[in-house]
T-cell receptor, first 112, second 115 residues
């Protein structure tokens, strides 16, 4: 039962343009949503998160939007840079002891 | 100075063998985890320890036995290895906070190949 889904396995974007990565979830008990970034041969690193009581959180070039009624979140990267090329994992947490559930990832390629 | 370190990074072994992966964190966190990333790229939680106490055990076969000698270390021992155990195993840690946001700090991963 895949509670966090990323339906696009890959995305290519021109440098300077906006990258939009999407994620859907099924569990209404999730109260925090996160994005992690992963480079090859490295572990995932935390990028940005959003509480379920908010609909937007911004950190520099990265903005996460949450639509609770649609059970959908998205990560916007503006402007995209070649160094942003990585796999992005959407994740969700239902509090307690941080049982974080991950999506399968979207590989972003930013073309110079 | 590596925050979460795992050894070994690569492990190739035969079916039926027993192997261990070690993990150490120097972040002062009180909770540690093992995640498994399989060939389909699912990153799935296996175990979680808080202050040496097992708090999450996600229906993992009992061939997998985690051990936490102290809150800075969480090792994973796997008995009677099977082909399906081939995966990348990630160790992670976090601080248990009043509000658990889900922010985890991961090691670089240990790629296990069972032949």
């Amino acid at each position: 039962d895949q509670q966090v889904k990323q339906n696009s396995p890959s995305l290519s974007v021109q440098e300077g343009r906006i990258s939009i990565l999407n994620c859907d979830y099924t569990n209404s008990m999730f109260d925090y949503f996160l994005w992690y970034k992963k480079y090859p041969a490295e572990g995932p690193t935390f990028l940005i998160s959003i509480s379920s009581i908010k609909d937007k959180n911004e950190d520099g070039r990265f903005t996460v939007f949450l639509n609770k009624s649609a059970k959908h979140l998205s990560l916007h990267i503006v402007p995209s840079q070649p160094g942003d090329s990585a796999v992005y994992f959407c994740a969700a947490n239902s509090g307690g002891y941080q049982k974080v559930t991950f999506g399968t990832g979207t590989k972003l390629q930013v073309i110079p | 100075d590596t925050a979460v370190s795992q050894t070994p990074k690569y492990l190739v072994t035969q079916m039926g063998n027993d192997k261990s992966i070690k993990c150490e964190q120097n972040l002062g966190h009180d909770t540690m985890y093992w995640y498994k990333q399989d060939s389909k790229k699912f990153l799935k939680i296996m175990f979680s320890y808080n202050n040496k106490e097992l708090i999450i055990n996600e229906t993992v076969p009992n061939r997998f036995s985690p051990k936490s000698p102290d809150k800075a270390h969480l090792n994973l021992h796997i008995n009677s290895l099977e082909l399906g155990d081939s995966a990348v195993y990630f160790c992670a840690s976090s601080r248990l906070q009043p509000t658990n946001t889900g922010e985890l700090f991961f090691g670089e991963g240990s790629r296990l190949t069972v032949l």
